[in-house]
């Protein structure tokens, strides 16, 4: 089935130790997305990527950052974790270039900062 | 920047209860309005959306949901709910640029059947 796939689906690391999520979709979209999702929050979109153009939100901290080296992969690098960085880090996907097109979200990876 | 309400963030209901999830948004332009639902342990999954035309919109598993202009709001709706329903209901509206443009999610409903 195509789908949004995200790995690892938990990740750990240290304060200040740089970690790096990881999205696949089968689904050939040209729009990837990654959101934010704190605990009982709302998830808040942190940038997108349409095909190689890079959107980054106004008030994502440089502290994130993104890469896509296809169409198929996205990742999130987050270059010195904080305690305040944990939370659900989820990927989404749309096809891009018409205003009716619907997000596919993959299942999330729960981030935890020691 | 556009916001989204979600009234209720635990409603506990039985078993054939109507349900009535409210969503407000604050935005002055033309939107496109989303239900996403979380099954425990899974994913977001669409529920339905709203795009244009016809404000009642009907989605899967017997959801539905009404779009009201002049009061920015989107409630979601089921007549009679299942014990299945037990989920986090997610509102969320994406500004008339659409395409690519991101969402903006409401902070969740949560949703508890009772058998």
């Known amino acids: 089935d195509a789908m949004v796939i995200q790995n690892p689906r938990y990740q750990v690391t240290q304060f200040g130790k740089p970690v790096t999520l990881s999205c696949s979709q089968t689904?050939?979209?040209?729009?990837m997305y990654w959101y934010q999702q704190k605990s009982s929050q709302a998830p808040k979109l942190l940038f997108h990527?349409?095909?190689?153009?890079?959107?980054n939100e106004a008030d994502t901290p440089d502290n994130f950052q993104s890469r896509r080296p296809n169409t198929s992969f996205c990742f999130l690098d987050i270059r010195s974790p904080g305690l305040g960085d944990a939370a659900m880090y989820l990927c989404?996907?749309?096809?891009?270039?018409?205003?009716?097109?619907?997000?596919?979200f993959g299942p999330g990876t729960r981030l935890t900062v020691l | 920047a556009q916001s989204v309400s979600q009234h209720n963030h635990h409603v506990i209901l039985s078993e054939a209860a109507s349900l009535e999830l409210g969503c407000n948004y604050s935005?002055?332009?033309?939107?496109?309005l989303f239900w996403y639902v979380q099954y425990p342990g899974q994913h977001l999954q669409l529920l339905l959306k709203?795009?244009?035309?016809?404000?009642l919109v009907k989605g899967i598993k017997g959801f539905e949901a009404e779009f009201i202009k002049s009061k920015f709001s989107f409630n979601l709706r089921k007549p009679s709910v299942q014990w299945s329903d037990t989920a986090e209901y997610f509102c969320?509206?994406?500004?008339?640029?659409?395409?690519?443009?991101?969402?903006?999610f409401g902070k969740g409903t949560h949703l508890i059947i009772q058998p």
């Open positions: 709203y795009f244009s035309g016809d404000p």
């Open positions: 689904l050939n979209h040209n729009v």
């Open positions: 935005y002055g332009g033309t939107v496109n």
């Open positions: 989404a996907t749309s096809r891009g270039g018409a205003r009716t097109d619907t997000q596919y």
């Open positions: 969320a509206v994406q500004t008339s640029g659409g395409g690519a443009d991101g969402l903006t």
């Open positions: 990527y349409y095909d190689k153009d890079f959107n």
